[in-house]
């Protein structure tokens, strides 16, 4: 079931003590997931953007490293691997709803401006955006994107879902509240059952539904607004490197990937050129 696989894909794509000083030419580990796919193209244009030595592994066939500066994590089985040197500084990324304590976690959600522009090209009339989200982890986000928000005309609807059987009451409260839906990337809220609830509320109310990934887009929703894997892999080298602060890296550019017949469905028919979709 379509529904089913693209939740399954953000599953598998499955605060913070003080940063060290950059590292720089040397002593950087990546550890993949698998080394193909989605990881590759990630580790690809990391190691592309960093300008030093980078000595590589493959967990799923047993490969760690016993001794690194810096580990660079590619999906959720290497950010979750607990046998990294004790003293190696941790940058993570693809994994979605994975919170390590000391550790500098890359987002698949873009930086909210960004995120925020490319919702205005599609619907260019959007006033209240109703943000969704189960994990603690993305209450800081929300916060983020609401801020934005003031700065780009769009009040943020927060609206954090406690757990699964919450989000029909959810749902209820938001109508005639918002224009429009956003669903983070939160394996915690993005099951099969809930997706489908969500898609129906959207088609139901003419809501547009921006989700977080392209599969998603594909089963329903009626945009992807996400942070592509190659753009994940340059945030994660700026992290290693010190071009980018703080616990928690928002790659700075939104893609898009719109679902034209749900668009269409929901009145959103210019489709800008650089946006992708069936």
Not at 185 to 207: C, H, I, K, W, Y
């Amino acid at each position: 079931m379509r529904v089913k696989a693209a939740v399954a894909a953000l599953w598998l794509c499955a605060v913070s003590a003080q940063w060290p000083a950059p590292v720089l030419g040397g002593e950087v580990a990546a550890v993949l997931s698998r080394s193909s796919g989605h990881y590759m193209e990630a580790f690809r244009a990391f190691s592309k953007a960093y300008n030093g030595t980078i000595d590589v592994y493959d967990l799923s066939k047993g490969e760690a490293p016993s001794e690194a500066a810096v580990v660079v994590a590619f999906g959720g089985r290497a950010a979750t691997y607990d046998r990294y040197p004790r003293t190696a500084a941790l940058v993570y990324c693809m994994a979605p709803g994975v919170d390590r304590q000391g550790g500098r976690r890359v987002d698949m959600v873009p930086e909210a401006s960004a995120a925020l522009k490319a919702m205005l090209a599609l619907q260019p009339g959007l006033k209240r955006l109703a943000l969704l989200w189960s994990s603690q982890v993305y209450a800081g986000y929300a916060g983020l994107a609401k801020e934005a928000g003031r700065g780009a005309g769009v009040e943020l609807v927060l609206s954090p879902v406690e757990s699964g059987d919450k989000l029909p009451a959810v749902l209820r409260r938001l109508t005639g509240a918002a224009d429009a839906i956003w669903l983070l990337p939160d394996p915690a809220l993005v099951t099969e059952e809930n997706f489908t609830m969500l898609r129906d509320f959207s088609r139901g109310g003419r809501l547009p539904l921006y989700v977080p990934t392209e599969g998603l887009a594909r089963s329903g929703g009626t945009a992807a607004i996400y942070a592509g894997f190659g753009d994940m892999g340059r945030a994660a080298a700026e992290a290693v490197s010190g071009a980018a602060a703080g616990p928690v890296v928002y790659p700075d550019k939104a893609s898009v990937y719109v679902n034209r017949e749900e668009a269409a469905r929901l009145g959103l028919k210019d489709v800008p050129g650089g946006a992708r979709g069936r």
